[in-house]
């Protein structure tokens, strides 16, 4: 077998609602994705947050994490990640405290330090428009930290409060980031680093040698350990995936023109005129048959040196996401 193929996949999932679908549909699809990436073998899956758009229905991943979490047995699942400066630590570590209780060992706390929306929403979401350049991120965070038990300074918040009242295990802290300053946060910290490449914005390489430079073991990881996340959408046949990807792409396109969407079907998408603009714009973005997506996977995984991948797949329909994954757990 190929070394590369013993790397974990996992999932990255928005809960994105399609055009003429609803909210409940779009969270029914992401529960069947979860259990279905369970009985595949997927070690992870993730869920985000985002906040006044459209076409994303994952709005507070620790409620849809309760119900994914309930939904499965076995899958680790976590926040793809919870954006802390619309936060208070404490609301954020009682949250990740009490689903670690329901669900021992198996919930990830990703950690971002973006809004996940627009200036307008981030600044209704923490009641003021003061801090939204997040300059207090590092303290917050080793704030969270300490309340899940991980201190790493004398005194702290843990002093006076409690996430809570006996916790026997905790969640596992992934930073993530998509920029050289988490990087470098989470190498200083000596915690997992998971970075944005399906933002498709670059600097993954920067980034991920800045997190290894910097990196300084801790009492949760002695080694780096670097996550990628990537878009990937396989289909039976290298067409086909192009014709499937195609409502993502404009979905894309649009959200980084100011005009967020929800996603349309691939007949609808096929016909429209930014569709050329789309698919002009420079990607990462992985599609194919099962062999073009795993060869541009070794070479993703060669280039960054990841200890794991995460799959985010922006296709309009819950049956070309699963069959997504099942044609990519099947190949690797």
């Known amino acids: 077998m190929n070394a590369y193929h013993a790397i974990p996949l996992s999932v990255l999932d928005l809960a994105i609602v399609s055009q003429g679908t609803t909210s409940t549909k779009a969270l029914t699809d992401t529960t069947l ?17 985002h906040h006044n758009m459209p076409g994303i229905a994952s709005t507070t991943p620790p409620v849809l994490m309760a119900h994914l979490a309930a939904s499965t ?20 570590a009682e949250q990740f405290a009490l ?39 590092p303290r917050h965070l080793i704030d969270l930290m300490g309340l899940l038990g991980d201190r790493r300074t004398a005194t702290g918040m843990w002093d006076r409060f409690s996430a809570t009242p006996a916790a026997d295990s905790t969640p596992t802290i992934v930073l993530l980031g998509s920029s050289g300053f988490s990087a470098q946060l989470a190498g200083q910290l000596g915690l997992p680093f998971a970075f944005a490449h399906h933002f498709d914005t670059g600097g993954t390489l920067q980034a991920l040698d800045i997190y290894r430079q910097n990196f300084t073991p801790s009492v949760t990881l002695e080694q780096p350990y670097v996550i990628v996340t990537a878009n990937i959408l396989t289909a039976d046949t290298d067409e086909e995936a192009a014709w499937f990807a195609a409502p993502g792409q ?5 959200l980084r023109s100011g005009r967020p969407t929800q996603l349309l079907t691939p007949e609808i998408a096929a016909a429209h005129p930014d569709l050329p603009i789309a698919r002009q714009m420079p990607t990462n973005r992985i599609m194919g048959a099962p062999s073009t997506v795993v060869k541009r996977v070794e070479e993703l995984i060669e280039q960054t040196e990841a ?20 044609l990519l757990a099947e190949a690797w």
């Open 73 to 92: 047995n076995t899958i680790r699942v976590g926040s793809g990640g919870v954006m802390l400066p619309n936060h208070p630590s404490l609301v954020v």
């Open 99 to 137: 689903l670690e209780a329901l669900h021992p060992g198996r919930i990830d706390l990703g950690i971002g330090r973006a809004p996940g929306t627009d200036p307008a929403t981030a600044a209704a979401l923490r009641r003021t428009a003061a801090g939204l350049g997040a300059e207090e991120f």
């Open 33 to 49: 994705l979860a259990q279905r990436a369970e009985a595949l073998g997927y070690t992870r899956f993730w869920v985000a947050e």
């Open 307 to 326: 200890a794991e991948i995460m799959v985010s797949s922006f296709t309009q329909g819950i049956e070309e996401r699963i069959h997504s994954l099942e």
């Open 250 to 254: 404009l979905m894309i396109y649009w």
